[in-house]
């Protein structure tokens, strides 16, 4: 599978920003679906936005609706995550992972290695 770079991770004040992007290793993004998860302290890996570009749709978690967009940037063939009104639940490592459709569901593969955020009260 295809290996993604996530960046862009840092330490930042509560209500601060952040713009995080995945870079493909060794190709561009032809995917389904790219989506970004997180997975904080103690707490399980979950999803927080895709984007799928033939459809020219995205898709948030609740928790981050009104806050965070995801992009695509084919300046650098990257996808990006800006994340605004940070949170200290916000705190997370943060996945990049290229997702295909099958049988009607996304499926996803080549997880990168994170980019921690941090967001200090």
């Known amino acids: 599978q295809v290996q993604f770079v996530e960046s862009g991770g840092d330490m930042v004040q509560a209500g601060g920003s952040l713009r995080l992007s995945c870079a493909a290793s060794?190709?561009?993004?032809?995917?389904?679906?790219m989506s970004w998860f997180r997975q904080a302290p103690g707490k399980e890996r979950v999803f927080v936005a895709r984007?799928?570009?033939?459809?020219?749709?995205?898709y948030y978690a609740d928790s981050v609706k009104g806050r965070f967009t995801i992009s695509r940037n084919s300046a650098n063939n990257t996808v990006d995550l800006q994340m605004n009104s940070l949170r200290p639940e916000d705190t997370a490592v943060y996945y990049c992972?290229?997702?295909?459709?099958?049988?009607?569901?996304?499926?996803?593969?080549?997880w990168g290695q994170g980019t921690q955020v941090t967001v200090a009260s």
């Open positions: 060794g190709r561009t993004f032809s995917s389904y679906a």
């Open positions: 992972a290229a997702g295909e459709l099958v049988s009607g569901r996304i499926k996803y593969a080549g």
């Open positions: 984007i799928i570009p033939v459809l020219a749709s995205t």
